[in-house]
């Protein structure tokens, strides 16, 4: 049995046992990609991943938005689901941050391994980030999804913060607030993204 195979049976044997998944919630809205709302009015933020933006502030959408909401949507809209938790149980907005399941289908897996989503790891909720990053590696090599926008790279290197995960171009301001101890360089975008990286929204690499 692979590697692969081992971290998702894993996942899935821990979804009976866990006692952290005995309540389970109804999911009323679709927000995006990577977000719904509860019966309860409560927001859930998925841990782990980044679903493209369905609206942007300067208008429209990214590549695959749309798409990828309506996968979502497909997966959990008035449905049962079971949330678990990781270290930081709320995010700055104050939205839930979990890992969310409906039967024996991890969500937020699913979404990633279909390419609506790439991984966003956020220490310290990293508890998946193995699972999360091998179906991300098999959907960039099947070409899947959003991975099927072929972004060309723009700068010979790109800085990345070992600390939260995210990539920068070498001229970003935030670059010069990263201590050397964190500091990593890639000679690619898809170099830091494979492994977990995300693109700074400010200078966007």
């Given at each position: 049995m692979n590697r692969l195979m081992t971290a998702i049976l894993l996942v899935l044997a821990i979804a009976y046992v866990n006692p952290l998944f005995g309540k389970e919630y109804v999911v009323k809205k679709v927000?995006?990609?990577?977000?719904?709302?509860?019966?309860?009015?409560?927001?859930?933020?998925?841990?782990?991943?980044?679903?493209p933006e369905l609206y942007m502030k300067e208008g429209g959408s990214e590549f695959f938005a749309k798409e990828a909401a309506r996968f979502n949507k497909k997966l959990v809209f008035m449905k049962k689901v079971r949330l678990e938790f990781d270290t930081e149980k709320q995010d700055s907005h104050g939205r839930m941050l979990a890992y969310v399941f409906v039967k024996n289908i991890f969500v937020n897996a699913e979404l990633v391994k279909h390419g609506y989503a790439k991984v966003m790891i956020k220490p310290p909720n990293t508890k998946y980030k193995d699972v999360l990053l091998a179906q991300q590696q098999k959907a960039v090599e099947e070409v899947r999804g959003l991975w099927q926008e072929k972004r060309q790279d723009t700068?010979?290197?790109?800085?990345?913060?070992?600390?939260?995960?995210?990539?920068?171009?070498?001229?970003?301001?935030?670059?010069?607030?990263?201590?050397?101890?964190?500091?990593?360089?890639?000679?690619?975008?898809?170099?830091?993204?494979?492994?977990g990286y995300t693109p700074c929204r400010y200078c966007k690499p």
């Amino acid at each position: 049995m692979n590697r692969l195979m081992t971290a998702i049976l894993l996942v899935l044997a821990i979804a009976y046992v866990n006692p952290l998944f005995g309540k389970e919630y109804v999911v009323k809205k679709v927000i995006d990609g990577d977000t719904v709302q509860l019966e309860s009015g409560e927001t859930v933020r998925y841990i782990g991943i980044n679903a493209p933006e369905l609206y942007m502030k300067e208008g429209g959408s990214e590549f695959f938005a749309k798409e990828a909401a309506r996968f979502n949507k497909k997966l959990v809209f008035m449905k049962k689901v079971r949330l678990e938790f990781d270290t930081e149980k709320q995010d700055s907005h104050g939205r839930m941050l979990a890992y969310v399941f409906v039967k024996n289908i991890f969500v937020n897996a699913e979404l990633v391994k279909h390419g609506y989503a790439k991984v966003m790891i956020k220490p310290p909720n990293t508890k998946y980030k193995d699972v999360l990053l091998a179906q991300q590696q098999k959907a960039v090599e099947e070409v899947r999804g959003l991975w099927q926008e072929k972004r060309q790279d723009t700068e010979t290197t790109y800085i990345g913060n070992k600390r939260t995960y995210t990539l920068h171009r070498p001229s970003c301001t935030y670059v010069k607030k990263i201590p050397d101890k964190s500091r990593i360089t890639f000679r690619s975008r898809s170099d830091a993204i494979k492994i977990g990286y995300t693109p700074c929204r400010y200078c966007k690499p």
